[in-house]
T-cell receptor, first 115, second 112 residues
Framework: AQSVSQHNHHVILSEAASLELGCNYS??????LFWYVQYPGQHLQLLLK??????LVKGIKGFEAEFIKSKFSFNLRKPSVQWSDTAEYFC?????????????FGSGTRLQVQP | SQTIHQWPATLVQPVGSPLSLECTVE??????LYWYRQAAGRGLQLLFY??????ISSEVPQNLSASRPQDRQFILSSKKLLLSDSGFYLC???????????FGQGTRLTVV
C-alpha cells in the first residue's frame, strides 16, 4: 500500500517569499501524483497533477511541482507567494498500475501568508 | 459539466443515533466514487470506494457502511454513531486514470 508524508505541518511566510512544500511517497510501482488545495471555507481543489511525461508540472495560480522518482518526492513550489495563497495543501498519490484510483493523502500543510 | 452534491453541510447527532449522508454526481457515467474522512492534522483517510453499482470496498474497519444504489449516488451510513465518528466527511468521484478526484463540499459531523 502507498503512503504519503508531508513534513511541514505549518508554514508561515511573508508575501513575495518563495515557497517549497515537501512531499514524499512510498510505493514501488507506477504512481500518479497530485497536489490539492483547500482555501478557508472551500472544498478541495486540484492544484496540479503528474501521471507521465515531463516531471516538472505546472498548475494553476503559478504553482509547480517536480517529480523526482529517485527520491520518491513531489515537492510543490511557487516563486512568490501572495496573501491569497493562504490555505491548506495536500499531497496525494494513487497507484498508476492498478485500476483502483483511490487517492492516498498526506496529512496536509497549512500555509499562512502574512501581508 | 460534472458536478457533485453532498449534503447536509453540517450535522449534529447524538451518540447512538443513525446516520445517512448522501452524495450524488451529475454529468458523468460510471464514476468511481469515494468517501473520505478528514480529521484535524491528519489529512484525508479513505473510508470506502466504489467502482460500480452495489460494489463497495471498505478501507478501514469502522462503525460506518456505504452503499451505491444508483450509478451516481453514494451513501454513507451508520446504525449507531459513536463519539469517534465526529469529523469532516468528503465525497469524491473520478473517471479518468491520472486525472485525480473531484470533491464535494463536505459534511461536518459532530456526534454529541
Amino acid at each position: 500500500a502507498q503512503s504519503v508524508s508531508q513534513h511541514n505541518h505549518h508554514v508561515i511566510l511573508s508575501e513575495a517569499a518563495s515557497l517549497e512544500l515537501g512531499c514524499n511517497y512510498s510505493y514501488g510501482g507506477t504512481v500518479n501524483l497530485f497536489w490539492y488545495v483547500q482555501y478557508p471555507g472551500q472544498h478541495l481543489q486540484l492544484l496540479l497533477k503528474y501521471f507521465s511525461g515531463d516531471p516538472l508540472v505546472k498548475g494553476i495560480k503559478g504553482f509547480e511541482a517536480e517529480f523526482i522518482k529517485s527520491k520518491f518526492s513531489f515537492n510543490l513550489r511557487k516563486p512568490s507567494v501572495q496573501w491569497s495563497d493562504t490555505a491548506e495543501y495536500f499531497c496525494a498519490v494513487n497507484a498508476g498500475d492498478t485500476g483502483r484510483r483511490a487517492l492516498t493523502f498526506g496529512s496536509g500543510t497549512r500555509l499562512q501568508v502574512q501581508p | 459539466s460534472q458536478t457533485i452534491h453532498q449534503w447536509p453541510a453540517t450535522l449534529v447527532q447524538p451518540v447512538g443515533s443513525p446516520l445517512s449522508l448522501e452524495c450524488t454526481v451529475e454529468g458523468t457515467s460510471n464514476p468511481n466514487l469515494y468517501w473520505y474522512r478528514q480529521a484535524a492534522g491528519r489529512g484525508l483517510q479513505l473510508l470506502f470506494y466504489s467502482v460500480g453499482i452495489g460494489q463497495i470496498s471498505s478501507e478501514v474497519p469502522q462503525n460506518l457502511s456505504a452503499s451505491r444504489p444508483q450509478d451516481r449516488q453514494f451513501i454513507l451510513s451508520s446504525k449507531k454513531l459513536l463519539l469517534s465518528d465526529s469529523g469532516f466527511y468528503l465525497c469524491a468521484w473520478s473517471v479518468i486514470e491520472g486525472a485525480g478526484a473531484f470533491f464535494g463540499q463536505g459534511t461536518r459531523l459532530t456526534v454529541v
